[in-house]
């Protein structure tokens, strides 16, 4: 399994984005104590009754994932997640396409369909046309990375025999498609090279707007229904399976660690390939000494 570390995001409207960290320094440390992989979350108008709530303010994952790539050498940059209605999907392809030029082909993109409706309404963007628009995205997304003219009509645009530069340098940009519910699967089996289930309850999934997942086998056993169904539909290539760990205490990672060790290898014989962490701090140091003691404990990778 490789990992991923969510940059950590502040709760309300109180604090600082930063707070955990400056960001090309804590991607560098990332890097430094094996992790693959950084992510970060979107939300750029959160409802202040959501906020109230116990959500979060997010940097622009397309900006700030830039510095982190610039920061590092290897460590890929994950949007996790990018809400794919909320923009023309010419700009979501253009934003993927830059970062995946600049960072010499280290970009994963990360997609929901969105769930706050006070957020599409600040947007502009109709709350119950984000499943159509989604799937008008994940057509546009490859045409656009292809360098060659194409013509596509959306519900809100017209693209008439255009042509995008530059080229990521990946073919394709790797796409994660995050949520449960079957259309999710679907759009993973027809489009995407990962999947990233929600896994945090069935609290967390009504909020979001999809169903609860369950227990590791029964996603498991949904990881392996989409990659026969991808399979029999003629597409080639491993598809991805992303598990946000949650554990009990694994913000002190050299704490219970033959515990977590154990979770860990049911994930990995579940068929898990990413596993998402994170350490919810508003403060540097101590989000620096959680990649050094998890990199030590579980990574074994990290520079001596």
Known sequence: MRFIFHYPEISGSDGHLLDAG??????????RHGFDAISLSEHPAPGARWLGAGGHQTLDPFVALAFAAAATERLRVLTYLSVA??????????????????????????LGAGYQKSEFHALGVDFDERNALFDEALEVLPRHW???????????????DVVALPRPVQRPIPIWIGGNS???????????QGWIPMTGGAELSTTARTP???TVAEMARAMKRI?????????????????SYQGEGISQPERDADRHRAALTELSEAGVDWVVVSHRTGDSRS???FLAAFGETYLHRAAR
């Open 182 to 192: 079957a259309r999710s699967r679907r759009r993973v089996t027809e489009h995407a």
């Open 146 to 160: 292809s360098g060659e003219p194409f013509s596509y009509a959306g519900r809100h645009f017209s693209a008439r």
């Open 227 to 243: 990659r026969a169904d991808a399979l029999a539909a003629g597409r080639q290539g491993h598809i991805d399976l992303v598990y």
């Open 22 to 31: 400056p960001l090309p320094e804590v991607a560098e440390a990332a890097e």
């Open 287 to 289: 989000t620096l000494d």
């Open 212 to 214: 609860a997942l369950g």
């Open 85 to 110: 209605p909320y923009r023309n999907p010419m700009l979501l392809a253009k934003a993927a396409a830059t970062l995946d030029t600049l960072s010499g082909g280290r970009v994963t993109l990360g």
